[in-house]
């Protein structure tokens, strides 16, 4: 079946699309390196380039708004009429607006490349991140030898913070790599998302199996050299959600019912598990029993909660060190932290209850249109056979490590994790709307996937 509106066409050519969608991925996952060597001025210039660019295909394009998500524009709706009561004002509109103009951008995206060009992109941009990583941490172990902190910064002789380090030359002493980012766990979630989308460029068939083992070694190498719990979990949950989807798309949709009972029932154990011995788990990784200082900070943001339960301070999305209220709020080892390390009870503390059930359901259905498009059972009546298109994994797999590490950071809520969740969700929403199953691999492939993976056994009756 082919799509009724796939992508905006004619007005934006392919290439131009896909090196936009590549160069901003790369860009919003490179996170510190960009203000760290180019000062925030500087990093301001190549962001605000970087949106006018998305900003012209969109323009370009004209795709409908109405074949996007509105559970996602209700949120951020939401997020603009907390203005009225906000007690930070001067920060909530500018902040509103960078969150609108990151949507924007995403919807460029979505509207112009098919779900096969989108995970190239993402898959390109991971990979380079990932390599620059490396070279960067080698650079600054072998040829400098010692930390270095952001090009813009000048302590003097006053002792710095370890957070503060741009790079702590950790790559050969066993201590956690930062790489580009400038921090381990969001080096970590790179590398899980650049294994995501080479392990299902491996599964069509249109990358080289040596080289895509190879990148695949690079993250998992990555991903050791950061020993990132929270990525840990997430790659856990990712790879326990991939087994479920494949198992229930074995089964026709009528006889799916005890297999989802069965799923839902395992689920609660190892969540009930999870929760009750999660004070030894995060002992036994290392991070202390209130997950390095997580506990407290959250303690002390439902502090906040109670105060303003229902409609909360005001949006503020990354929280701005010039406000007093969130500046002295997280201090832990001379580092001021300046995020709940939970999405959901920041979206609560700062839009109320409503803003988080509002998040909640654009989270949720963006999860569920994933979920339906990775275990949509379809026929060819030609083959009399069910043709599977392991691309139809990549959104879900993506949407689910996104939603398991948004538990302990807030990285949901701004920069890339917030443009490439709303790049699924608006990607997933224009494919349903356009009259094809959810998350449907469109677009030639080049070379054919493997056969292996191209046909599956039919349901059995």
Not at 79 to 93: F, I, K
Not at 328 to 342: C, E, F, I, P, S
Request: glycine residues 8%; hydrophobic residues 55%; charged residues 15%.
């Amino acid at each position: 079946m082919t799509n009724t509106w796939p992508v905006a066409r004619g007005t934006v050519p392919e290439r131009e699309a896909f090196a936009f969608a590549s160069t901003l991925l790369g860009v919003v996952f490179a996170g510190d390196a960009v203000p760290n060597t180019l000062t925030w001025v500087g990093a301001g210039v190549l962001w605000a380039l970087v949106a006018a660019w998305g900003i012209t295909i969109l323009v370009r394009a004209k795709p409908p708004l109405t074949r996007t998500p509105r559970s996602l524009w209700f949120f951020l709706a939401w997020c603009l009429v907390s203005l009225v009561w906000s007690h930070w004002r001067y920060a909530t509109l500018p902040s509103i607006v960078v969150q609108v103009v990151c949507a924007a951008v995403a919807f460029a995206v979505a509207s112009t490349l098919t779900w096969r060009r989108i995970l190239d992109a993402t898959s390109l941009a991971m990979r380079w991140v990932l390599a620059l990583s490396l070279l960067f941490e080698a650079f600054v172990a072998v040829v400098l030898r010692h930390p270095i902190a952001p090009a813009w910064t000048d302590y003097g002789d006053a002792k710095i913070p370890d957070a503060f380090y741009f790079s702590r030359a950790e790559l050969f002493t066993g201590g956690r790599i930062q790489g580009l980012p400038g921090n381990a766990n969001l080096l970590a979630m790179v590398a899980l998302l650049a294994a995501i989308a080479v392990g299902v460029q491996l599964a069509e068939g249109r990358i080289r199996r040596a080289r895509a083992i190879g990148w695949l070694v690079v993250a998992a190498v990555v991903f050791l050299l950061t020993r990132s719990s929270t990525v840990a979990a997430a790659a856990v949950v990712v790879a326990l959600v991939l087994v479920v989807a494949l198992w229930i798309r074995r089964t026709p949709t009528d006889r799916r019912t005890p297999r989802y009972l069965v799923v839902a029932a395992a689920a609660l154990v190892l969540a009930a598990v999870a929760f009750v011995a999660r004070g030894a788990v995060s002992e036994l990784l290392g991070k202390g029993s209130d997950a390095t200082g997580r506990g407290e900070i959250w303690a002390k943001v439902l502090g906040l909660v109670d105060q303003h339960p229902v409609v909360g301070w005001g949006w503020i999305g990354y929280w701005w060190p010039s406000i007093p209220t969130l500046a002295d709020l997280a201090h832990r080892k001379g580092v001021t932290y300046l995020q709940a390390h939970d999405a959901y009870l920041d979206v609560w503390m700062q839009t109320g209850i409503i803003g988080l059930v509002l998040f909640a359901i654009y989270a949720l259905t963006t999860l569920h249109r994933g979920w339906a498009g990775a275990t949509r059972i379809g026929y060819d009546a030609r083959l009399e056979q069910r043709p599977f298109d392991p691309v139809t994994l990549f959104p879900l797999l993506v949407v689910v490590a996104l939603l398991v590490q948004s538990v302990a950071e807030s990285r949901l809520l701004y920069q890339g994790n917030w443009i490439l969740f709303a790049l699924l969700a608006i990607k997933s929403r224009i494919v349903l709307v356009g009259d094809e199953p959810a998350s449907t691999g469109d677009g030639p492939r080049t070379p054919p996937a493997r056969r292996a993976f191209r046909r599956l056994p039919a349901p059995r009756a």
